[in-house]
């Protein structure tokens, strides 16, 4: 027969460290984490929800790893590092994967969304590069909605790119200065198709509701490619085609999409490097461009985009060293860019 005694838990000072603070509780050491957590320093963030560390919904950072926090007595956690989302804002501002969770309104539940943002630290922590697969995996455990698991992945990719600590030595990090639409797809071939038959096609993720953006981005691309408005064709805002750039929304399509100017002008560099060597040679600074021709002034040969690249891939992402015109080039008409020098752009 159990006595009084006996049914009592043997209570124990244990010390926990919690984002970075130091706290010490009596407790039975067999106490699960996520009591603490939430009954004792109330940070809700961690969820329980199956109790049997299966969904994912109370993960938390031990030592750089997520675990679930709903079975993990907290006798085994003295001395080690634990961090729950509401230790990841450093001086205000969100950690990059918990921006990047904002920014794809990458979310259906508000329940289950600390878990994966803890998943998702952890597993850019250990592959700073992830691919989709290697996110569908890292985050299998947990209960993904399927009309939401698009803009985990999305979030997840931008984080890769935005967070310092997930870059790993010697990879090619997107430069800040692009737009967000170029750093989440830096893809040129995504953005832009040199066709045959001497036209060109631009994608963009928006759609015309009215303004005006389709006459915005054939004018922009026409003048950052030397090509008159007439050989330009946009495809707007096709699933299988156009890169993601979120809403239409809040009089931000030429601001969102417009700024892939420098992708357009990256285009163009890459256009011109063929051409040196198919104009004999002619140096860089001798070359010029009108409509879709570059030709050297001083010899006379010539050579079209459509000659060097009808129906290839560029195979490049955008380095941001392609500067966009400047405005005092371009044309008053803006249906045709002529004369153009390369490469003081």
């Known amino acids: 027969m159990t006595t009084p005694a006996e049914a009592t838990p043997s209570l124990r000072s244990i010390r926990l460290r919690v984002n970075g603070r130091e706290h010490t509780f009596r407790v039975d050491p067999a106490t699960p984490l996520i009591y603490i957590l939430r009954n004792d320093l109330g940070l809700k963030a961690a969820k329980l929800a199956c109790g049997l560390e299966q969904c994912g919904a109370c993960k938390v950072l031990i030592d750089g790893q997520a675990r679930p926090s709903c079975k993990i007595p907290v006798g085994e956690l003295q001395g080690r590092e634990i961090v729950t989302l509401e230790g990841l804002a450093a001086d205000g501002s969100l950690h990059p994967v918990q921006q990047a969770?904002?920014?794809?309104?990458?979310?259906?539940?508000?329940?289950?969304?600390?878990?994966?943002i803890m998943a998702a630290i952890a597993l850019l922590k250990q592959n700073p590069q992830p691919s989709d697969d290697d996110i569908g995996r890292g985050l299998a455990r947990h209960l993904l909605p399927l009309q939401g698991l698009p803009g985990i992945i999305r979030a997840i990719r931008r984080a890769a790119q935005l967070s310092p600590a997930s870059r790993p030595g010697g990879a090619a990090v997107i430069p800040e200065s692009l737009s967000s639409s170029l750093r989440l797809t830096p893809d040129l071939d995504r953005w832009i198709r040199i066709d045959p038959g001497g036209t060109v096609t631009v994608f963009t993720g928006k759609v015309e509701i009215g303004q005006g953006i389709q006459t915005v981005?054939?004018?922009?691309?026409?003048?950052?490619?030397?090509?008159?408005?007439?050989?330009?064709?946009?495809?707007?805002?096709?699933?299988?085609?156009?890169?993601?750039?979120?809403?239409?929304?809040?009089?931000?399509?030429?601001?969102?999409?417009?700024?892939?100017?420098?992708?357009?002008?990256?285009?163009?560099?890459?256009?011109?490097?063929?051409?040196?060597?198919?104009?004999?040679?002619?140096?860089?600074?001798?070359?010029?461009?009108?409509?879709?021709?570059?030709?050297?002034?001083?010899?006379?040969?010539?050579?079209?985009?459509?000659?060097?690249?009808?129906?290839?891939?560029?195979?490049q992402q955008v380095s941001g060293r392609g500067r966009p015109s400047p405005p005092q080039n371009m044309p008053s008409s803006a249906n045709r860019c002529c004369g153009s020098t390369f490469p003081p752009r």
């Not at 969770?101 to 600390?114: H, L, N, R, S, W």
């Not at 256009?271 to 030709?295: I, N």
């Open 217 to 315: 981005i054939v004018q922009i691309a026409a003048e950052e490619l030397d090509v008159s408005m007439q050989r330009m064709q946009v495809i707007l805002a096709d699933t299988l085609l156009s890169p993601d750039e979120g809403f239409t929304a809040g009089s931000m399509s030429t601001q969102v999409s417009g700024g892939r100017a420098p992708g357009r002008s990256r285009s163009r560099h890459i256009l011109v490097r063929p051409s040196c060597r198919a104009t004999r040679r002619s140096p860089m600074d001798r070359l010029r461009a009108e409509d879709g021709t570059v030709y050297d002034p001083e010899t006379g040969y010539k050579v079209t985009y459509w000659e060097l690249m009808a129906g290839k891939r560029f195979n």
């Open 101 to 116: 969770f904002v920014d794809e309104q990458a979310t259906q539940c508000g329940y289950c969304a600390p878990g994966m």
